[in-house]
T-cell receptor, first 108, second 114 residues
């Protein structure tokens, strides 16, 4: 079955700097890659997603890139702000299997 | 539009007991997935139901089971509870008609097994 690995497990960046979270997947049949953000005590919510026929997608300060050959995809957050502090989960389709999450800390 | 509703929000049970959790999806959503969330283990996939049929299943023991009703509402049952079953159980609904359906999560049921 599908396996999704996510790195790093914890990431601390200075406010205003960029953050990058990387995921790899195992099932080459996967063709949908969403990212979810979970703030403390709240439910996970979709922040951006990408389909396999697209290499990059951007929405304001967040972007996702996909390399199907290498089977990895990344979340990029630019100009980080305090409200970006949360746990981020990547996922792959074919059953929606999630990575273990990255806890992002934005330092003042 | 109402979001995904999970009941109850909190449960305390004793080892060996069984428990049933409920999930009402967003109106029009036909797929319901269940996840177990524990610190350090992320979101572990339990199973997915679509149109009353289990479509996908994760690697959990047979003590974990589920079902979906004709109105898309879903229940999850855990029998013979163990201490390690203490977790936040999240359900998520999606349109389910194809592969590109984002998940909409409920607030979860926090289960504590003593």
């Amino acid at each position: 079955g599908e396996n999704v690995e996510q790195h790093p497990s914890t990431l601390s960046v200075q406010e205003g700097d960029s953050a990058v979270i990387k995921c790899t997947y195992s099932d080459s049949a996967s063709n949908y890659f969403p990212w979810y953000k979970q703030e403390l005590g709240k439910r996970p919510q979709l922040i951006i997603d990408i389909r396999s026929n697209v290499g990059e997608k951007k929405d304001q300060r967040i972007a996702v890139t996909l390399n199907k050959t290498a089977k990895h995809f990344s979340l990029h957050i630019t100009e980080t702000q305090p409200e970006d502090s949360a746990v981020y989960f990547c996922a792959a389709s074919t059953g929606i299997i999630f990575g273990k999450g990255t806890r992002l800390h934005i330092l003042p | 539009k109402a979001g995904v509703t999970q009941t109850p929000r909190y449960l305390i049970k004793t080892r060996g007991q069984q428990v049933t959790l409920s999930c009402s999806p967003i109106s029009g959503h036909r797929s319901v997935s269940w996840y177990q969330q524990t610190p350090g283990q992320g979101l572990q996939f339990l199973f997915e139901y679509f149109s009353e049929t289990q479509r996908n299943k994760g690697n959990f023991p047979g003590r974990f089971s589920g079902r979906q009703f004709s109105n898309s509402r879903s229940e999850m049952n855990v029998s013979t509870l163990e201490l390690g079953d203490s977790a936040l159980y999240l359900c998520a609904s999606s349109l389910g008609g194809g592969e590109y359906s984002p998940l909409h999560f409920g607030n979860g049921t926090r289960l504590t097994v003593t």
